[in-house]
């Protein structure tokens, strides 16, 4: 079955916290729960924002995994990490059927904080945010990036922008958690000291580099990560956007980070190393030297594809996060001949040519596989 095809099946099939056998293929969807929990910055205060911690859906969710079918236990195992302000995996569910399907390797969709199921239905539904739609319009005027989808996630960051670093952290402190879990043996799909890699899409890859960068009980030593759309320096990211944020919060988050961020912090956060790998991939000049020398260490462990029409996380911003032959040899800049974006990088719909989509999925996913395979 083609891309297309695959998108509309699954997102009829799927059902979060339901296990199930996807029809027409030889994947099970298994679905397990997890506990987050508030990450101690130093050693008087937690990482919190007034009712955040009171956000139930963020601290205990479900997961799925895409199981290849009659595996009981694997070796081996590919972590999906998602883009910013995604409030469903519908986007992502063929590309864990094809990535389980060519590799025969399972993969876990895993949510970032206050994302996907990590956050309450309420900041996803039209009539709940009506109010707050037309209160930030009154405030910031005629906004033509505002909208229903983007709403919450604008509000949330204008507010505190600290909270950007501050799932971030909690993400980070989950990933190495549940990565602990499977290599110690005690997940029950993964054996002892499996292989797990990384396929890692937009602000996931952002993500993803910080982890590794910060490599905590040294999980990630042998691990891969293959980026698409994504890992960029900070500063290179144009996030305003009707499916992101608006004007008026990327603004605030730019401006929080390029030069406040350090200078407010020294007191309320632990200047560790999940600190400074974050920092250092805020803007080009930050710690330049020692993170593209990590990322030239990295070597044949790091792959991306980068599309040209991406306004969001331009291929220029992956030349200055990992230094411009580091980029030049692992990272591939593409482009298709239909209206993508990228927050719809394979479009599915009447006006678009499902054939050219299937095209270009299979190219960036064929290659994906054969790196992380």
């Not at 007034?50 to 205990?60: P, Q, T, V, W, Y």
């Not at 930050?286 to 991306?304: A, C, L, V």
């Not at 800049?333 to 394979?346: G, M």
Request: glycine share 4%; hydrophobic share 35%; net charge negative.
């Amino acid at each position: 079955m083609t891309y297309t095809q695959r998108h509309l099946e699954l997102n009829n099939q799927f059902q979060l916290g339901v296990d199930t056998h996807i029809a027409n293929s030889s994947i099970d969807i298994r679905s397990l729960s997890f506990s987050s929990s508030l990450l101690l910055v130093n050693d008087k205060s937690q990482i919190e924002i007034a009712d955040d911690s009171k956000i139930g859906e963020n601290f205990s969710f479900e997961y799925p995994i895409f199981m290849p079918s009659g595996v009981t236990r694997s070796d081996k195992a590919i972590f999906l990490l998602h883009g910013l302000n995604e409030r469903n995996w519908s986007k992502y569910l063929s590309w864990a059927e094809y990535l389980c399907e060519k590799t025969g390797k399972p993969i876990i969709l895993f949510p970032i904080a206050f994302h996907v199921n990590r956050s309450p239905l309420s900041w996803t539904n039209p009539r709940n945010l009506k109010y707050l739609l037309d209160m930030r319009r009154q405030r910031n005027g005629d906004d033509r990036s505002l909208s229903f989808a983007n709403v919450t996630f604008s509000e949330r960051i204008s507010e505190h922008p600290d909270r950007f670093y501050k799932s971030g952290r909690q993400s980070l402190n989950d990933l190495s958690k549940l990565t602990a879990d499977i290599k110690n043996g005690s997940h029950p799909f993964f054996v002892e000291n499996t292989q797990i890699d990384i396929f890692a899409y937009s602000i996931g890859a952002f993500l993803a580099e910080i982890t590794m960068m910060t490599n905590p009980q040294n999980l990630f030593t042998d691990s891969k990560l293959f980026m698409l759309c994504g890992g960029g320096i900070f500063s290179s990211m144009q996030g305003e956007s009707r499916y992101i944020m608006d004007k008026n919060a990327y603004e605030r988050l730019f401006n929080y980070y390029q030069y406040q961020f350090v200078e407010e912090t020294k007191s309320t956060f632990l200047h560790d190393k999940a600190f400074e790998s974050f920092n250092s991939m805020i803007s080009i000049e930050r710690n330049q030297k020692e993170r593209e020398s990590f990322f030239n260490r990295m070597g044949n462990r790091i792959k991306g594809i980068s599309l040209m029409r991406d306004k969001v996380m331009p291929y220029f911003g992956m030349t200055e996060a990992l230094g411009k032959s580091c980029a030049n040899e692992r990272i591939s800049l593409l482009d298709f001949p239909f209206d993508y974006s990228h927050e719809n990088p394979f479009p599915v719909g009447k006006l678009i040519d499902s054939k050219e989509v299937d095209l270009a999925f299979n190219q960036i996913f064929e290659e994906a596989v054969e790196f992380l395979a």
